[in-house]
Nanobody
Framework: QVQLVESGGGLVQPGGSLRLSCAAS????????VGWYRQPPGKQRELVATIPSSSSTNYADAVKGRFTISRDNAKNMVYLQMNSLKPEDTAVYYCTSKVTTSTFETLDVWGQGTLVTVSS
């Protein structure tokens, strides 16, 4: 099954940190472009950070300087380090990637999401 699975969400106090992880299933041969999106309660999904190519990263203005996206190509993993969290960062966070499968198809895949709640 071609899937991405997020983990690491939870409840954190304002100013705290969390690290989200995104793991690719064994049927995924390679993650190409990768990204994190989030959907705050009652709002539309929005971009958080992306790695569109091997050497570049993009961030939403709201998270610049606080969040860091990274990847481990050997493990087919994607991470989102979130520091100095604010209540407005509360959302379901989704991992996404344009993947190459073990049968060499190219697919756009989304994870099921992990909830991050920032509250005192």
């Amino acid at each position: 099954q071609v899937q991405l699975v997020e983990s690491g969400g939870g409840l954190v106090q304002p100013g705290g940190s969390l690290r989200l992880s995104c793991a690719a299933s064994k049927s995924i041969f390679r993650l190409n472009a990768v990204g994190w999106y989030r959907q705050p309660p009652g709002k539309q999904r929005e971009l958080v950070a992306t790695i569109p190519s091997s050497s570049s990263t993009n961030y939403a203005d709201a998270v610049k300087g606080r969040f860091t996206i990274s990847r481990d190509n050997a493990k087919n993993m994607v991470y989102l380090q979130m520091n100095s969290l604010k209540p407005e960062d509360t959302a379901v966070y989704y991992c996404t990637s344009k993947v190459t499968t073990s049968t060499f198809e190219t697919l756009d895949v989304w994870g099921q999401g992990t909830l991050v709640t920032v509250s005192s």
